[in-house]
């Protein structure tokens, strides 16, 4: 039950528009009903002229006619009897149809609030979360569970809530009206009614588990989408086109499978349903023309008005008969949000966490060691020190844990044992928040967004100035490329700054970092992608960011950390050398080794000498 507490939740800040949108639905019933019942005194007035004013043996006839003689001359002639009981009659369903737009009004508003605030706790929350989680989560499964699963919980919360509570509505009104026309007739109408629950029983466990398996197969596909357009170069450059159709083929040939089966057992009883009702209304006319013909306990008008308002008993009763499948797709996307919801936010400030006061002296990594899943360490035994104002290379193959080294520094994970202090504070008593503000990124896979050049520059700094923005755009040898733009600083940089070369984007990037000013940069192969023009505009930008500020370089190639105050070189998540150029060149070891091989490779081509300085 926890679950329905849950989603119920939603609807509580809500609740008068909620409370506003039942009563509504409550009046459009009893109009609904009303306005059937008006036919007594009509098919008495038009069918036994002079008897329009008489009242039948049952108690609604009663009191109907009562009342509607305050408004209506019915016991005057039988036109005019008829025709105030048809203006009254227009008068009833006028009421009706307002307060049926009412509450179709304010239940579509509901809805789309409650749609709102779902989307933005999610998003929110997602935010929180640490890097594991999107190491571990496939975006497509992310995208659809926003969109997708919230939609299902929207159309059980509102949609399916509401029919439910105007079914009920119309479900209790039909059987008072019955029950007050004839006892008899009711209970015979109820013969049929445990069968259309019965009906639905079996199916309802196979329903959710093929609900369950159809949103996670429109995730799938959801996944292969958003991930092979994202990678369709290598998808063109590969000549894979016919391998990514064939296995999009089998995505949506195993989703259509999941959801035509799924189908076929929701389809199932309607049917059935259909033909109980059918089987009722048949033991209703039968039994009721008995009662008319034979016995004479019912008049002709009060069995006709009777069959109406039956009409009106079997389209709830078989809505609320198949309510437990119809929900099941709304149920199981709730419990596929709610996984989102609940996953742990592990990275967290501590309590008495204070804000980043700034790099004084230095930087360290004590005994560090870290691992993504537990039993497979990635980082051990890491020790080393950054003084404030150097720049520090770590090199080694791919996978040797250089990424994650200055991931730990961001607290984008935790270490696993072991801590990185600056100025001899653990980082993990600083707010994250101004921790990562005193980072500067720059990676080899800029990250643009769909926005303007401006935008993307000013990226996390508010309130950015235009002057700002043009000054880092220049020192990041950006602002001439930005200019012969087609709309300048306002040109929009397509997804992901498709748009723009390597090098401009990496331009840019520097020129946001230049921005937020930070006082440690992080340089992840930042040029390894690049042509040799680019590479020299990119090195003779990030001059500007040097100055003053202490430097992690991330590279492949070392001739671009022949200049670095420290080389650190690993293998396999653990420190192996670590010293100048000239002292590891020296000592013939891992690095000697890894330098030769970028020699021989022709690598040294492109032997770094210290970058020129812009004119």
Known sequence: MSLYFRIASYIKPYWLVFGVAVAAMFLYAFFDIFSIALFIPFLRALFNPGAAAQTGDSRVDEVLTTFLSWFVDLSGAPEVAVRGIILFMLVTFALKNVFGFLSQYLVAWLDQSLSRDLRRQVYNHL??????????????????????????????????????????????????????????????AFLVLPGMFLVWGPLLKRLRRGDRSVLNQAAEVNSHIQETFSGIRLVKSSSAEEHERTRFRDLTGRYFRTFVRTERLRALAPPFSEMLAALGTAILLYYGTRL??????LSSEIFIVFIAGSTKLYSPVKYLSKLPTVIQPGLVGAERVMEFLDAPVEIRNREDAIPFPGLEREIRYEDVHFEYRE??????DIDFTVPRGSVVALVGASGAGKTTMVDLLGRFYDVTQGRITIDGMDIRAFEIRTLRQALGIVSQETVLFHDTVRNNIAYGVENASEDAVVRAARMANAHDFVMELPDGYDTLVGERGTDLSGGQRQRLAIARAILRDPPILIFDEATSALDTESERLVQQATQHLLEGRTVFVIAHRLSTVQQADQIVVMAEGRIVERGTHQTLMAESGVYRRLHDLQFLAGDEANALAPPESPE
């Not at 640490?130 to 995208?143: C, P």
């Not at 509401?162 to 006892?183: N, R």
């Not at 008319?292 to 306990?297: C, D």
């Open 127 to 188: 935010l929180s979360l640490d890097l594991s989680f999107f190491g571990r989560t496939r975006m497509g499964q992310i995208v659809s569970r926003l969109t997708h699963d919230i939609e299902q919980l929207r159309q059980l919360v509102t949609r399916e809530l509401a029919k439910a509570i105007s079914s009920t509505f119309e479900f209790i009104g039909s059987v008072a009206l019955m029950v007050a026309l004839s006892w008899k007739l009711t209970v015979a």
């Open 292 to 297: 008319v013909l034979f016995e004479g306990s």
């Open 375 to 380: 039993g497979r360490p990635v980082l051990s």
